[in-house]
């Protein structure tokens, strides 16, 4: 697998970019195949801020580690609490990103989960492994993430 940069980024970079900079790099990638089998997840806030790392590690421990991708079946599962427990099912597709309008692979809660019904996460593969995703509620964009094979 690689990405459609030619640049390569890991977790720290991804970090320490700037929300535009974290968008030219989502919209400059290629889509990339749908991922399958489990991934470490590091949500991106406040990026560009030097709080963007230590919120990243919080979340991972306590709330948020990643997700299982099922591409055969087009599912997901994310792993969250501090026991990584398989919950939260989204749907996986490729359709236009909400963000540029290029095909992206979603990740889509609206028929699956309670919970984040209204979440929408879009992604691409930007480094060998690597994904960078967006998470929009309700159309409204929140917040980044990468997930790392």
Same mark, same amino acid.
């Given at each position: 697998?690689?990405?459609?940069? &030619?640049? &390569?980024? /890991?977790? &720290?970079? $991804? $970090? &320490?970019?700037?929300q535009k900079e974290l968008d030219d790099v989502f919209t400059a990638s290629e889509v990339g195949p749908i991922p399958d089998g489990q991934a470490d997840g590091t949500a991106i806030i406040a990026p560009g801020t030097a709080y963007s790392a230590e919120i990243a590690k919080i979340i991972n421990l306590f709330a948020w580690q990643g997700k299982v991708f099922d591409a055969k079946a087009g599912f997901l599962k994310n792993r969250i609490t501090p026991f990584g427990l398989n919950a939260i099912i989204a749907k996986v597709y490729k359709a236009p990103s909400w963000l540029d309008g290029k095909e992206c692979i979603v990740l889509d809660y609206s028929d699956t989960s309670v919970v984040a019904h209204w979440v929408r996460d879009e992604i691409r593969l930007i480094s060998p492994q690597l994904y960078l995703g %967006?998470?929009?509620? /309700?159309? %409204?964009? $929140?917040? /980044?993430?990468? $997930?790392?094979f």
């Open positions: 697998m690689t990405g459609g940069n &030619a640049m &390569a980024y /890991d977790v &720290a970079q $991804l $970090l &320490a970019m700037t %967006k998470v929009y509620w /309700d159309h %409204k964009r $929140l917040i /980044d993430f990468s $997930l790392q």
